[in-house]
C-alpha cells in the first residue's frame, strides 16, 4: 500500500512512544505502510558533551527554556526542504480539535514538536512556520500525551487505516454535535433497559431518536457547541 501520511515526531523522552505506536489501530495502520511514523530524540541536537538542550529564561523566572537553535536544527535536519506541516503541542496554542485532525490528515507530511520544562523558545516555532496546537485547557508535564492524542486523531481519519468508515461520519464533533448514546446485550443491566425504539426495526425512528439524543446530549454538556450548530424547528429542542 501506498504511504498516506508520514509523521516525524521531535521530543526529550523517545522511549514513551514505541508501545503506543504499536498497538491497536496505530500499529496495523503502520504495519499496512499506510503510515509512517519516526520518532527523533532532541538530545540529538544538544549541544556539548553533556547534549544540553535548555537554558534558564531570559528576564528571569522559574522552570528552563528549550533552545531555538537545538529545535530548529533537529526539524530542519530531518525534514529538510519538503512539504511539511510543522505543529508544536503548547496549551498557549489554538484548540486541536475534529476540523483541525481532518486538515492535519491531508497534509501528507507532519512534524510534531514536543516541548517540555517551562517552553520552547519563542524564535524556533517562528523560524519553523509552526502552528501551535493545544489539546485542551489544561497543563500537561511534557509534549509527548498532546503529541499521542493528535497523531491517534489523525492516522484514524486517513483513507483506509478505519475499516468502518461511516463510524467516521456519525462520531462525536463530525457534524458539529456529540454523538448519541450507544447499547449492546443484554437488554436488561441492574434494571437499565435499552430504549425500546432501538429494537424496534424501524430505523427512521431509530435515526430520529439518535438526532434527539445527541442534540439532548450537546445541549446539557456542551452549550456552545450546540448554539453554534443552530437547531431547526423540528428537533423541538
Ligand atoms: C509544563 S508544560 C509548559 C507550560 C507553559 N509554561 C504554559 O504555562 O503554557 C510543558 C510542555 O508540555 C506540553 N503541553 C502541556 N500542556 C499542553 C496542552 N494542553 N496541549 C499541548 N501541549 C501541552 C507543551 O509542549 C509544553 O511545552
Redesign the pocket.
Known amino acids: 500500500m501506498t504511504v498516506q501520511l508520514e509523521i516525524d515526531v521531535f521530543t526529550l523522552f523517545p522511549e514513551v512512544f514505541e508501545p503506543f505506536l504499536s498497538s491497536s489501530m496505530l500499529g496495523i495502520a503502520r504495519r499496512k505502510g499506510l503510515v509512517v511514523i519516526r520518532v527523533h530524540d532532541l538530545r540529538e541536537w544538544g549541544k556539548g558533551k553533556r547534549r544540553q538542550v535548555d537554558d534558564t529564561p531570559y528576564g528571569g523566572g522559574a522552570?528552563m527554556v528549550i533552545m531555538p537553535d537545538v529545535v530548529v536544527s533537529a526539524v530542519e535536519d530531518v525534514v529538510k526542504d519538503e512539504q511539511v506541516k510543522v505543529v508544536f503541542?503548547?496549551?498557549?496554542?489554538v484548540l486541536f480539535t475534529q476540523q483541525k485532525a481532518f486538515d492535519f490528515a491531508r497534509s501528507r507530511r507532519l512534524a510534531l514538536v514536543?516541548?517540555?520544562?517551562?517552553?520552547?523558545d519563542e524564535r524556533a516555532s517562528l523560524i519553523l512556520n509552526a502552528e501551535e496546537?493545544?489539546?485542551?485547557d489544561?497543563?500537561?508535564?511534557?509534549?509527548e500525551a498532546?503529541a499521542m492524542v493528535v497523531i491517534d486523531a489523525v492516522v484514524r481519519l486517513v483513507p483506509g487505516v478505519l475499516g468502518n468508515v461511516a463510524s467516521l461520519l456519525s462520531e462525536s464533533f463530525s457534524e458539529g454535535l456529540l454523538e448519541h448514546p450507544h447499547y449492546t446485550r443484554p437488554y436488561e443491566f441492574r434494571g437499565l433497559k435499552v430504549p425500546d425504539v432501538l429494537l424496534s426495526g424501524d430505523h427512521k425512528k431509530i435515526a430520529e431518536w439518535r438526532r434527539k439524543e445527541s442534540l439532548r446530549r450537546t445541549k446539557e454538556r456542551r452549550y456552545e457547541l450546540y448554539e453554534r450548530y443552530g437547531c431547526s424547528e423540528e428537533d423541538g429542542l
Open positions: 522552570g503541542l503548547a496549551p498557549s496554542g514536543c516541548g517540555h520544562y517551562e517552553a520552547i496546537v493545544s489539546i485542551g489544561y497543563v500537561t508535564s511534557g509534549g498532546p
